[in-house]
């Protein structure tokens, strides 16, 4: 498949802190803001200079499953990658053994995770 790399996403543990960090200290802007009711969590986007890399925050609410004990060092989140063909990539990555783990659809987007072979999640973008 191609794959372009997107952006990276962290998670946090306590979002508001973290949101006034990297735009009041690395005059970072925040682009997005959403809840993900999936995941019982919410994402904030932030970019240096338009157009440039994103910085995505996570931030999983108690009792979330994906609410595991924050260790430092340990908050990487996942890595995303934007595809032309999301039908496509599926169907390759399910191909190789690296079944869809998430399916999340919202009015301006899709994506989806896999993990690779150490777990770490996948996500693909349209």
Request: proline share 3%; net charge negative.
């Amino acid at each position: 498949m191609k794959a372009d790399f997107v952006y990276t996403g962290i998670r946090v543990r306590d979002l508001e802190r973290s949101i006034e960090f990297y735009t009041k200290i690395l005059n970072m802007q925040v682009t997005g803001r959403q809840k993900i009711k999936e995941v019982d969590g919410e994402v904030v986007s932030l970019q240096s200079r338009k157009g440039g890399p994103e910085l995505e925050l996570n931030f999983y609410e108690k009792g979330s499953k994906h609410d595991a004990p924050y260790t430092v060092g340990e908050g990487l989140d996942h890595l995303a990658f934007r595809v032309d063909n999301m039908d496509k990539a599926i169907r390759e990555a399910e191909s190789a053994g690296h079944p869809v783990i998430l399916n999340v659809q919202t009015d301006k987007s899709r994506w989806v995770y896999i993990q690779d072979p150490d777990g770490i999640y996948i996500e693909l973008l349209t």
